[in-house]
């Protein structure tokens, strides 16, 4: 079918019928399917989350878990840059699957580890697995979660996303609250809970093999989803090159994908680890990802803004995490200049019901906005530039990629035991320094309407022109 005659069967139809088509089932719907999308993220990255937000994966040896974390990002790292290469070569699906098999073997490390002590190897092992997984897992996700909005839906299909995405870190985190929280001791979580992690990400990996066809995805406004032919493996690596060329600014925002997660670290063990009891790590866990929830909508929301051009919205957003970034870290730091690694090990923990833990719990509740803000963030930024598959999904690749190469130097530097406040000062001076790394591409990349509208069509014709080779 030649390109006139593909775009004069789209004129043809009226917007009703459009529309018709686009939503004629729940199932093909592009809600529906990031939904999906986020169920099965509930269940891997995002369980993962769960346990690791308790500190130390849950562990009394954090030493063990910041080590399997650093060798987890050092593979994701590698391995997230080729990512969209294979995206593209297996499809989104097929790389979806592949991706969740990871975070199933993760959680069966650590029950093993709760089981026998002496398999304590598994964690790192599973560790280095994961981290290929992760890479596929997230780059085929990034892919479809920005390919099926609408120009007018980027921000509120993210917040979706992150929404369920966060649920189930949620949902992990009051597992292990109501296992753990008649302890007072600083113990490890219980077997218990490491069996309902396993089962819930088992679920996981089969929920891709029930998702639509991308290729069969019309988006609200009537606009196809246009995947390009899975092109050959010489092509499909010539692919990630031509994409860095051909829009160089993204390297502008490489400074917002390193630090992503490198304040984890310092949040996760320095923090909730290094303070409290498990009763009150378990507490602390659950309000940090309900905070999230709330986060990510807030600024899908502001993002979405149709009153304001798309430049506009991208300064307010930047101006929202400049603001949150420094309310955080000085909030944070009159609590980190009180303790050091030495101090924690003599000092009692801190539980629920004593009088220094609500302000303490409330600090993390805010650094639980500022992540889902930063990543909802960023996220939008991809989608402003690009709205071409393939070219997201390689976007993506780059984002996982420095991100996991960020979180692999911090971990490392944790599992060698340097000191809380210089990971603490580095998490603070990075996340203001992605920010004004970001101003070119709000400035250059980031067009209003009328440009986007022109942009969109050629990706368009260019995607039909592969189709159609």
């Known amino acids: 079918m030649s390109l006139d005659t593909t775009s004069q069967e789209f004129a043809s139809r009226s917007e009703d019928e459009v529309l018709a088509e686009g939503q004629r089932g729940w199932y093909n719907n592009t809600v529906t399917q990031v939904v999906m ?45 080729f990512a969209g290469t294979v995206h593209n070569y297996l499809g989104p699906i097929m790389t979806l699957q592949l991706g969740t098999i990871g975070y199933a073997l993760n959680v069966a490390a650590y029950l093993s580890t709760n089981i026998n002590p002496t398999t304590r190897a598994f964690i790192p092992a599973a560790g280095a697995i994961q981290g290929v997984c992760a890479g596929l897992l997230w780059t085929a996700q990034g892919s479809l979660m920005l390919a099926y ?103 502008s925002l490489f400074p917002m994908f390193f630090v992503s997660n490198w304040f984890y670290t310092w949040q996760f063990n320095e923090y909730n680890s290094a303070l409290f009891n498990i009763r009150a790590r378990s507490l602390n866990n659950l309000v940090y990802w309900i905070a999230q929830i709330f ?122 035991g340097l000191p809380y406040m210089n990971i603490f000062i580095s998490t603070w001076i990075l996340l203001v320094a992605g920010l004004v790394c970001a101003i070119p591409v709000i400035c250059m990349r980031v067009k209003d309407a009328l440009f986007r509208k022109l942009i969109i069509l050629s990706e368009c014709l260019q995607s039909l022109l592969q189709s159609a080779l």
């Open 37 to 81: 999308l986020g169920f099965v993220c509930f269940m891997g990255p995002g369980l993962y989350n769960a346990l690791n937000g308790l500190g130390g994966g849950g562990r009394v040896d954090t030493a063990t878990n910041a080590n399997a974390n650093a060798i987890h990002y050092a593979t994701f790292a590698f391995f997230a840059f």
């Open 149 to 251: 909005p609408s120009e007018k839906q980027k921000g509120i299909f993210i917040g979706i996303f992150w929404s369920i995405l966060n649920m189930g870190s949620v949902v992990g985190a009051s597992v292990s609250l109501g296992q753990n929280f008649h302890s007072k001791a600083f113990l490890s979580v219980s077997k218990g809970t490491y069996i309902g992690f396993l089962v819930l990400t088992l679920i996981g990996v089969v929920i891709p093999m029930f998702m639509a066809n991308p290729r069969k995805m019309i988006r609200s406004d009537g606009t196809k989803v246009i995947y390009p032919r899975q092109p050959g493996l010489k092509n499909a690596l010539l692919g990630l090159w031509t994409t860095l060329v051909n829009d160089l600014w993204i390297i």
């Open 295 to 416: 986060g990510s909508v807030a600024i899908a929301k502001l993002l979405d803004q149709r009153r304001l051009t798309w430049r506009m919205r991208a300064w307010i957003g930047w101006t929202v995490l400049l603001v949150m970034v420094f309310i955080v870290h000085i909030w944070a730091y009159f609590y980190q200049r009180l303790y050091t690694r030495t101090s924690v090990v003599a000092n009692p923990k801190i539980d629920i019901y004593d009088p220094q833990y609500v302000g303490r719990a409330f600090l993390y509740v805010v650094c639980g906005l500022l992540d889902a803000m930063w990543q909802t963030t960023v996220y939008w930024l991809m989608g402003a530039m690009s709205s071409d598959p393939a070219k997201l999904a390689h976007f993506v690749g780059f984002y996982k990629g420095i991100q996991s190469a960020g979180a692999a130097g911090v971990w490392r530097a944790d599992g060698i």
